[in-house]
């Protein structure tokens, strides 16, 4: 069993495409009413239907008030690191600190070199990722960011403005050489959908990164780890991801926590997304943190 006692937080990913805006203004407000901690929005700007999720997420940061913003992930092939932690200081400070960034190594070379990107592969986009996680660090701080590599050059960047809260960097990461740079350097690890790395290949991964995590001098206990989770929640028996009836959802989400190590769950609802919201926000997220509770405290 692995859980890593941290206390748990759930989000909702917002559809991005231009065509049904008014639906995702309408979910975020609904999120942030029903108590939800998170609004994701994925970051594909190939996409030619896609609104910039940068965009998308300081318009809706204005039309609330308590939630935070998550880039589920950001790419930094596309995003130079300085430029990002700019943006997401900018926004911290104008949002009183709501504002996490998920970010990537760019994921589909040929679509970010599709916008002029460099389209980095393998070893070749670990470096730099590991070299983009460090300039992020320092300039979300108020030193002074200067680097020569292959990869970055920035001479003397004086940092700022300081975010009123920490800035997190959690790093959406899936083979093994992304998810050891994840437990040597990032604050959590994001793991791309559940149908894409499913609950019975998550304990391998999150060897690696605890492995990762002590080898560098670091306690695993202190990195968050959020799965994002496509599914319906329902009567019916087929469908993309989980799929079951809520009392599926609640025992699902409890294990995947105190057996899989999550604290964090980004629902991705794959049908009607006000009505899942709903259910999900309403019955089963206090439900799994009523259940967890219970796990922990050995009730």
């Keep these: 069993?692995?859980?890593?006692?941290?206390?748990?937080?759930?989000?909702?990913?917002?559809?991005?495409?231009?065509?049904?805006?008014?639906?995702?203004?309408?979910?975020?407000?609904?999120?942030?009413?029903?108590?939800?901690?998170?609004?994701?929005?994925?970051?594909?700007?190939?996409?030619?239907?896609?609104?910039?999720?940068?965009?998308?997420?300081?318009?809706?940061?204005?039309?609330?008030?308590?939630?935070?913003?998550?880039?589920?992930?950001?790419?930094?092939?596309?995003?130079?690191?300085v430029m990002l932690a700019k943006a997401a200081a900018s926004l911290s400070v104008l949002t009183d600190g709501r504002i996490q960034l998920g970010v990537g190594g760019g994921g589909i070379p040929d679509a970010i070199a599709s916008m002029g990107g460099p389209a980095r592969r393998g070893q070749d986009m670990v470096a730099y990722t590991e070299e983009s996680l460090g300039l992020l660090r320092t300039a979300l701080s108020d030193g002074a960011v200067q680097l020569h590599s292959p990869y970055h050059s920035v001479d003397g960047y004086r940092a700022g403005p300081v975010p009123p809260k920490p800035v997190e960097l959690w790093l959406g990461a899936q083979k093994p050489r992304m998810l050891a740079l994840?437990?040597?350097?990032?604050?959590?690890?994001?793991?791309?959908?559940?149908?894409?790395?499913?609950?019975?290949?998550?304990?391998?991964?999150?060897?690696?990164?605890?492995?990762?995590?002590?080898?560098?001098?670091?306690?695993?206990?202190?990195?968050?780890?959020v799965y994002n989770v496509i599914g319906v929640i329902g009567e019916q028996r087929e469908g993309t991801g989980l799929v079951g009836d809520v009392r599926r959802w609640v025992d699902t989400l409890t294990e995947w926590t105190v057996e899989l190590g999550f604290d964090t769950f980004v629902f991705w609802p794959a049908t009607d997304p006000e009505r899942q919201l709903a259910l999900f926000a309403d019955e089963i997220v206090p439900a799994v943190r009523e259940r967890v509770d219970a796990v922990r405290s050995g009730r």
Aim: hydrophobic content about 35%; glycine content about 8%.
């Design 1 to 81: 069993m692995t859980d890593y006692q941290r206390p748990l937080s759930f989000g909702v990913s917002l559809e991005p495409s231009a065509g049904v805006w008014p639906q995702t203004r309408l979910l975020a407000r609904r999120a942030e009413d029903s108590g939800l901690d998170y609004l994701a929005v994925q970051d594909h700007p190939y996409q030619p239907g896609h609104l910039d999720a940068w965009t998308l997420i300081t318009h809706l940061s204005a039309l609330t008030h308590r939630i935070s913003f998550l880039t589920d992930v950001a790419d930094l092939q596309l995003r130079p690191p």
């Design 182 to 225: 994840t437990g040597r350097g990032a604050d959590g690890w994001i793991s791309p959908l559940n149908i894409y790395v499913p609950p019975q290949e998550v304990p391998s991964r999150q060897r690696i990164i605890d492995e990762a995590a002590a080898g560098a001098g670091r306690d695993p206990g202190t990195l968050r780890r």
